[in-house]
């Protein structure tokens, strides 16, 4: 679907339209167009009502995706513990390796030649733990109520008396998308906001009709 427009007498009517529709005719897609300020008042409801109403599902839906993360990650633990070792066993080669220059029973040359070799294979040793390391702390975590109800209420604001540029950026941030499964019919995927691990923000799709179906936004 692409949004297309239409000129009336006193007004211009925005629409949600079949792209193959848009581009050729009837003949090729007879789906209706939707009424796209209808619809997106629809979807922005029944945003506000998920954050107002369903902490539970909520609730639930995180739980799920805590177990789905942890499954998915049991390589991830047993690489990095591989990783750690790995480190664990260069640092104490570096440590043997100063101790007998300190003691003067290797030669100076020879510790120093050993040492950049140690030192620069635990560069990329400490990147690959790092990046372990988030991707394992990266677990959903369920908001807290208050935080919930605060997002409801500033849809709610925006619904009320917000900007185009305004409600645009509030379907970007919690609409995953929208699937049209009839003329009337249409199923959000929102987007449950997660803490801040690093530089992007992570998030957790969710379905606010029918049942749960939770998934991830990379």
Do not use: W
Not at 14 to 39: E, G, H, M, P, V
Not at 41 to 48: C, E, G, I, N
Not at 128 to 145: A, M, Q
């Amino acid at each position: 679907m692409i949004g297309t427009r239409a000129t009336g007498r006193t007004r211009t009517y925005r629409y949600y339209t079949c792209f193959t529709l848009a581009r050729y005719d009837a003949s090729k897609c007879n789906f209706t167009r939707l009424n796209a300020d209808a619809l997106d008042t629809a979807v922005l409801d029944a945003l506000a009502s998920f954050y107002r109403t369903q902490h539970q599902l909520i609730a639930d839906a995180i739980t799920t995706a805590q177990a789905q993360h942890q499954a998915a990650h049991t390589d991830r633990h047993a690489e990095l513990a591989a990783v750690e070792a790995e480190l664990t066993k260069t640092g104490q080669a570096i440590d043997r390796y100063l101790a007998a220059f300190e003691h003067g029973t290797m030669d100076e040359n020879l510790v120093a030649d050993r040492l950049i070799q140690l030192r620069t294979k635990t560069t990329p040793l400490r990147a690959h733990r790092d990046e372990l390391t988030r991707t394992l702390d990266d677990k959903p975590i369920t908001p807290e109520p208050a935080t919930l109800t605060q997002i409801a209420n500033h849809i709610t604001q925006i619904i009320i008396s917000g900007t185009h540029n305004q409600t645009k950026a509030l379907v970007e941030a919690l609409i995953a998308k929208v699937t049209i499964t009839a003329p009337d019919r249409l199923i959000p995927v929102f987007r449950i906001p997660q803490p801040h691990h690093h530089s992007e923000p992570a998030t957790t799709n969710h379905p606010a009709q029918p049942a749960p179906q939770l998934r991830f936004a990379q």
